[in-house]
């Protein structure tokens, strides 16, 4: 079967026009074992079959990134056939790829995209064809791909504006050559890799690239644009209008309304989510299941009675799959918000916004959709992840989202938090929600600084015009997420469930203890309760607690509240219990209290989320996530434990006179080495602490 | 002649001359971006850190780092 390559600048519509004309039969290839992919499709046309290879976008045949590397590569060193996809609003310098594509003695086929209603450009379609000696179709890669049936790859080798670049300073170096002039236009472009795989020495390559005039790189280039713009003229009628520049943008990318305007969009698309329509539309999923379940679950009880069976499956299967479904009207307009505000162009703006605020800890401009979201719940925030443009900001933004307070939380800071704060527990909430955003920065940033560092590959990034959404679209992303979220994630968090419903309905010896007491899970808190010493709560209900939190976070309450036999829906007595001295779960002080609080806040959200995690950034990543939020949890607990605690014992003064203390001694610290720094008389380029100048 | 970084919103540059690191002086001549060429600056993202600059009818963010090697007038 015939390969061919589709290639076109970043953002041009290939991956469109990639799945409007094959439908089926995915195969996605890896790469070198990092995450770019080439994706490979079967589809027919006149009757004859082909296979469609989607490549990464380009902008010309000299590479500047891995991605670009490997596009790059199949154009020049295969022989197959090309596509090459044109976006018409930028199309001159779409084209100059395909001159690029045109000069490498490629059989092309342009295909110009005309997606937008409002068009810069009108393309006499014939002219361009003359102009370029190249196919050219035009066609709506999303809407009416029927134009294809033309397809027909040839060229010409018409453009002949490579006559007049004076060649002369290096032409004799390639006379043994067939294709000179091709090797003199690399040599321009000083396209050190091309050189390479057509096994030249180094020494040669330096020796070759020595005689070039120093501005070869802009000959090259001017040479190809003025070209264009010949053929712009001749061949297409130019509208005025500047792409991607809106008069909208004198309000929302405004100094002072910016971030108003983007706050008052969000609370919207919050409130909408996880309160009012997604709250309602959770309520009739749930109700809609029990409807299924409840007959199912009285049959089991009616026939077994109340054992082990009914158990598992009205309380771990059934309850699994309705927090399955509880999550996926979340899912559901999380992604509808996400991508309205990705097509119409409001998201880039957003990145625009936050890209140096977020950039200075690692993060890019795009997580702040996802970050924000995690106030809402952290599984589904943590799916919107993969909206990033490059691999590790993605992989940063995911582990720190969970650090963002989601909202199964707020019940623990009510309850547990109410018992022991009163009216000031307003103000330990708020301090929470604080917490958990600076230990994200600064997790972020840690990252950032050693394992995940920032690539700066997307320096440059087109900016795109407000645009209407398309339904289509839009409906074909709910649809894949939902499906991806139900089966992937679905059937992680089910079997999850179980496993915690077995380990806390059964003991070690597997006798089954209906009520918790001597199961697994009260074993594992009896023994990790020590652990637990050094944060104040060395309980073995709380620690309990908290385990079962793992499967989520309104489980902490409804636990507590079974070990001190009490109906979890009574949240007043819940609290009440918990200031007892004689209840199983109970807090000697406001400092352990608080430290509970934090560690909640910051251990592991729930089981649906590390599940969420390892869809999207693999086993490894999950784990080194995981281990970071136990060992922050604690370490972070321990600290409060320990500052509210002498608060507690010695009072205020002494503490502040302490925290003041170790305040001066860091400051002392920084102004010492600022002062170091400054000393240094040197302007080196480099400059590196250790200076021996 | 100035470096673009220290451009002024809403003003017309010409480029006189485009240099620094190889593979972004590459990248700005693939997208049009050399000497002789006029351009906008649009906007400037809060900390000045990101530039929306009009070019070729188009629009593009670039981080302000690589724009000290843009000379213009």
Not at chain 1, 594 to 616: D, G, K, N, R, T
Not at chain 2, 10 to 39: A, D, H, P, T
Not at chain 2, 42 to 58: A, C, M, T
């Amino acid at each position: 079967m015939e390969e061919i390559l589709l290639v076109g600048n970043p953002n041009a519509g290939k991956t469109t026009f990639f799945n409007s004309l094959t439908r089926a039969n995915e195969h996605v290839g890896n790469w070198h074992g990092v995450t770019v992919e080439e994706k490979k499709k079967e589809f027919s046309l006149n009757g004859e079959k082909f296979t469609l290879v989607d490549t990464p976008g380009i902008y010309s045949l000299t590479p500047l990134s891995f991605e670009e590397e490997v596009s790059c590569k199949i154009v020049l060193e295969s022989k197959l056939k090309v596509i090459n996809i044109c976006d018409l609003n930028n199309l001159q310098r779409n084209l100059y790829l395909t001159l690029c594509l045109i000069e490498a003695g490629k059989e092309v086929c342009v295909v110009i995209n005309e997606i937008d209603r409002r068009q810069k450009y009108k393309v006499n379609r014939e002219k361009l064809e003359a102009l370029l000696g190249v196919k050219v179709l035009m066609l709506n890669a999303e809407k009416n791909i029927d134009e294809i049936k033309n397809l027909d790859f040839f060229n010409k080798k018409t453009p002949n504006y490579l006559k007049k670049v004076d060649f002369s300073c290096i032409l004799p170096q390639f006379s043994n050559f067939d294709d000179k002039i091709y090797l003199c236009v690399k040599a321009f472009e000083r396209d050190k890799s091309f050189f390479i795989r057509q096994n030249f020495k180094e020494e040669d390559i330096e020796q070759i690239f020595s005689k070039l005039p120093e501005n070869s790189m802009e000959i090259i280039a001017k040479a190809r644009y003025e070209f264009l713009d010949e053929v712009i003229e001749k061949a297409c009628v130019k509208n005025d209008f500047v792409y991607g520049k809106s008069k909208l943008d004198k309000i929302l990318l405004n100094k002072y309304l910016a971030f108003p305007c983007f706050l008052v969009i969000l609370a919207i698309i919050f409130y909408l989510t996880f309160f009012s329509l997604g709250a309602l539309l959770s309520d009739a999923l749930s109700s809609l299941l029990s409807l299924i379940t409840t007959p199912i679950s009285n049959f089991l009880l009616g026939h077994l009675g109340d054992s082990f069976v009914y158990h598992l499956f009205n309380d771990a299967i059934f309850g699994g799959v309705a927090t399955v479904l509880s999550f996926l009207p979340q899912v559901v307009l999380l992604f509808f918000f996400l991508s309205v505000l990705e097509d119409s162009g409001y998201l880039s703006r957003v990145a625009f916004i936050f890209e140096d605020i977020l950039g200075k800890v690692g993060l890019s401009g795009k997580s702040v959709y996802t970050l924000l979201m995690g106030f809402g719940c952290s599984t589904t925030a943590i799916m919107t992840a993969r909206n990033m443009d490059n691999k590790n900001s993605k992989i940063k933004t995911a582990l720190v989202c969970p650090y963002m307070s989601c909202s199964a939380k707020i019940p623990i800071y009510a309850v547990v938090g109410g018992a022991f704060f009163g009216a000031n527990n307003i103000f330990v909430i708020i301090g929470l929600y604080l917490l958990g955003v600076v230990v994200a920065i600064t997790i972020s940033k840690l990252l950032d600084m050693t394992v995940l560092k920032s690539n700066n590959q997307t320096f440059i990034l087109e900016f795109p015009p407000y645009r209407h959404m398309s339904l289509k679209r839009t409906g074909k992303v709910l649809l894949e997420n939902s499906k991806h979220f139900l089966v992937k994630v679905g059937s992680i968090m089910i079997s999850m469930n179980v496993i915690v419903f077995l380990l806390s309905s059964f003991s070690f010896s597997f006798s089954y203890c209906p009520d918790g007491t001597g199961s697994m899970l009260q074993t594992i808190g009896k023994f990790l309760a020590p652990i637990f010493a050094p944060l104040g709560f060395d309980n073995w209900a709380v620690v309990s607690a908290l385990l079962a939190g793992l499967v989520a976070k309104e489980v902490v309450v409804s636990s507590i509240a079974m070990f001190n036999g009490i109906d979890s829906s009574a949240t007043r007595l819940i609290s009440e219990s918990l200031l007892l001295p004689t209840s199983v779960v109970y807090f000697s002080s406001n400092a352990s209290v608080l430290s509970f609080l934090v560690f909640s806040l910051l251990y592991v959200p729930c089981i649906a989320s590390v599940s969420m995690l390892i869809q999207e950034v693999g086993k490894k990543w999950t784990i080194v996530g995981v281990i970071i939020e136990l060992v922050t949890a604690y370490v972070v607990s321990f600290i409060v434990f320990n500052i509210a605690f002498a608060i507690e014992i010695f009072g205020w003064t002494f503490v502040l006179i302490l925290l003041a203390f170790v305040f001066i001694l860091l400051s002392l610290i920084f102004i010492y080495r600022f002062i170091k720094r400054k000393k240094c008389p040197f302007n080196c380029k480099n400059c590196q602490k250790k200076c021996k100048k | 002649m100035i470096t673009l970084k220290e451009g002024a919103v809403n003003k017309s540059y010409r480029i006189v001359e485009v240099k620094g690191e190889e593979k972004v002086v590459r990248r700005f001549m693939e997208l049009g971006i050399f000497s002789g060429q006029k351009l906008y600056i649009l906007n400037k993202s809060p900390l000045k850190k990101v530039f929306l600059v009009e070019i070729r009818g188009y629009v593009l963010s670039i981080k302000s780092t690589l724009l000290s090697g843009i000379m213009v007038e």
